[in-house]
Every structure is written in C-alpha cells, then in structure tokens.
C-alpha cells in the first residue's frame, strides 16, 4: 500500500514516518511533503493508495488540499493536534481522524481499516467481473396463480420476507407482487449487485434508495417513502456500500 505524508511540521512527519516504518510495514511511503502544493504536484506521478494529510497548515489546509482534485483516488487519513475538525473530517469520506501526538495502537487501527476497505472494493470489482462473464437478466419472469407477469428487473425497488412467501415492491407498481418463494429464492433468481440484503427481512436495490437516518436505529428511505430497517451487523457494509 503506497502512502503518502502531507504535514507542514518536518517533525510530525519525522515521527509519523517511524511509528509506520516501525508498526505498518504493509504501508510503503511513496513521498513526504511539508508543502501541500508539492503534494498535489507529486500526486497523478505517485497514484498513492493512502494519504496522511494534516488539517491545520498554512496557504492550503487539508480540506483545500482535498478540494482542489478533480476526483479522490485515494483513502484519506487525517492528522491534526485539534479535535474540533472530527465531523467534518468524515464529511470528506475520510477513513480515520488521529490526533497529534498519534499513538501507534490508533495508528495501526486506521491503516487496518482502510485494509478491510480495499479488501472489500476487491470482492465488489470481483463480484461485477464475475456479473460481466455471466450477465444478470434485464427482467424476471414472476409466477403468480395463473398468470407470469414480466418485471425489469430495474424497477424492483425492494423485496420483503412474509413468512413463507416474498412481496415484491416495484416503481411502476401500486401494489406489490406476492409470490410463494422465500427471499434468498429472490435474492438467487436476480443475482445482481445492486441488491443486497440491509436486514434478513428485506432485499434492496442500492439505486433506489433516497436517504438514511442515522440514529439508535438506523434505516434506509426508498424512493417510495418506504423505511427499511438495518441491522447492526450490516451497518457497516451499508457504510462502505453508500460511500460514507
């Protein structure tokens, strides 16, 4: 993992080069740079995996620095001595927010998320490499008594668990489609990336949710104003999903 370290003190970079050298040696750093322009300068030569920025320096600040890219190409790890930037710092997507002085524990932390991170980017470009060799059907056929109704498969909003059977939501539909199948029989006929699974009740396509409300309970909002659950042990992956 190449890394690159942008602090105006020669002193935190100093040090933030030994805790890695001595605690990450997956990280390899590519570039240190007390200038923030050099930075950006250096970055399209470089291509770093990870970015150790400082947030308080002077003519462009970590967020500026941030701000001037055309796209982030890489995770971003903030390092600062105050604390008062944490909200903001994640606003910009960032995997972690260390305080100065960093503590190697915390240290060692960050760069194993941003590890799980790129595990699972690599298990998602698998996923659609695999889609792409073996493409996901454009509709589905739905068996409901004695008739099949057709059904694009991109205007499946979202499916539900009922007991033995599966109620189908679509964009185009009043009413959702109801069929004698469990959800993992659903989950199995779509095989698509776009849908997964927020809660074990509940099946959803990512491109039709609107927002999410974070809370003790956390939950999705569809674009038809339905409020889907999600579980502790997918809010992460709900996280690392959206982007946030």
Not at 80 to 106: G, M, S, V, W
Request: hydrophobic share 40%.
């Amino acid at each position: 993992m190449k890394a690159l370290i942008v602090d105006d003190e020669r002193y935190c970079t100093d040090v933030l080069t030994i805790l890695l050298q001595k605690h990450c040696p997956d990280v390899e750093i590519s570039g240190i740079f007390n200038r923030p322009e050099e930075a950006l300068e250096a970055l399209p030569t470089i291509s770093p995996d990870l970015v150790f920025l400082d947030i308080e320096m002077p003519h462009i600040s970590g967020f500026e620095f941030l701000r001037r890219l055309d796209k982030l190409a890489f995770r971003v790890i903030f390092t600062t001595a105050y604390d008062q930037y944490a909200l903001k710092a994640f606003r910009f997507n960032a995997i972690d927010y260390l305080l100065k002085p960093i503590d190697k524990d915390e240290l060692k932390a960050a760069v194993n998320k941003v590890k799980v991170v790129e595990v699972r980017y690599a298990e998602k470009v698998r996923a659609i490499q695999n889609v792409d060799i073996n493409p996901v059907p454009d509709r589905i056929l739905l068996p409901i008594g004695q008739e099949i109704h057709f059904v694009q498969v991109d205007q499946i909003m979202f499916c539900e668990a009922d007991g033995s059977y599966c109620k189908i939501y679509c964009a185009n539909e009043i009413k959702p489609y109801i069929l004698s199948k469990n959800l993992r029989e659903i989950e199995e006929t779509l095989n698509n990336p776009r849908f997964f699974r927020p809660h074990t009740s509940w099946l959803v396509n990512d491109s039709h949710i609107r927002r999410l409300i974070r809370g003790e309970g956390m939950e999705m909002v569809m674009s038809n104003g339905t409020h889907i659950p999600i579980s502790r042990s997918k809010r992460q992956e709900v996280q690392d999903r959206l982007g946030f």
